[in-house]
């Protein structure tokens, strides 16, 4: 019987690799693999991939106004858009 194949995703950040890792490149971060499983193998020797996500055009979202919050740092502030009066 086939095994199924496993691959490592960062709890940090969600980074996946093919082999196990202890510092994650994207986020530094130590011991923050785990194992998840991407095929599932049936008793049939049929495989079951896990569902993958369609690319969609950029103009096919729609913008929220959001409230923004103050860092405590006026220049930070105005650079991410807060307007101060």
Do not use: H
Request: include cysteine; proline fraction near 4%.
């Amino acid at each position: 019987m086939k095994s199924a194949k496993t691959i490592f995703v960062c709890n940090e950040c969600g980074y996946e690799s093919p082999k196990w890792m202890g510092k994650c490149p994207a986020c530094n971060s130590w011991n923050s693999f785990f194992e998840q499983k991407i095929d599932k193998v049936t008793e049939n020797g049929i495989t079951k991939t896990k569902k993958r996500n369609e690319p969609k055009t950029l103009n096919s979202y729609k913008g929220q106004e959001v409230k923004r919050v103050s860092t405590g740092f006026n220049e930070l502030d105005r650079v991410l858009g807060r307007w101060i009066s």
